[in-house]
């Protein structure tokens, strides 16, 4: 079955990261673009992680993963090739109420990590459900390729005009109606909107 598409608000939700590799630095990467309350456990990390650390302020601690960890965090990512310690961190996660993204190994996933474009406040993924991480990059990279260059400023101008005018029916019609230009500018033939 496929994985059911939403977006998680992170604010006010912690994180943790067991590992501190090449696969868990391109996690919290992707994790700084939506929150910085991350929390990574390992024995060792490389230099991007500790870059990471330092940059922006991570609690980390130099050790295993042990029973106990995953108290008081809302998502857990196990990123380490260690499928015992994937499994327990799993398990712990199901008994706490904590998701779980264990990298490369679905049966101990509640979740996936999709591929996604991030201009602004638009966010754009990609996933095959674990079937091919890759093609989802390649799709990512070929749309990615499409959107306007101004697309960050359009969604400013359409935000304040959202939170200026009253709700209703007129401010739908200019909103529905603006964003149907922007996109019949920028996408002339491509699409019948």
Known sequence: MSYFPAFLDLKNKKV???????????K??????FTDDITIIAPTINETTKNYIQKHNLPY????????????????????????VQEAAYKECQERGALCNAVDSVD???????SYIKEGDLIVAFSTSGTSPALSKYL???????????????????KAL?????????????LDSKAKAYIQKHFKGLLDV
Request: aromatic share 10%; net charge positive; with cysteine.
């Open 162 to 174: 959202r939170t200026s005018l009253p709700k209703g029916k007129e401010r739908m019609k200019l």
């Open 140 to 158: 990512r990279r070929a749309i990615e390729r499409l959107i306007p260059k101004d697309i960050k400023a359009f969604l400013k101008e359409l």
């Open 28 to 33: 919290i990467g992707h994790l700084l673009d």
């Open 61 to 84: 601690h130099p050790r295993a993963y042990r029973y106990g960890d995953i108290e008081g965090f809302f998502i857990v990512i196990v990123a380490v090739d260690d499928l015992s």
């Open 16 to 26: 943790l990261v067991i590992g501190g590799g090449k696969i868990a630095s391109d």
């Open 108 to 114: 101990f996933c509640d979740f996936i990590f999709p």
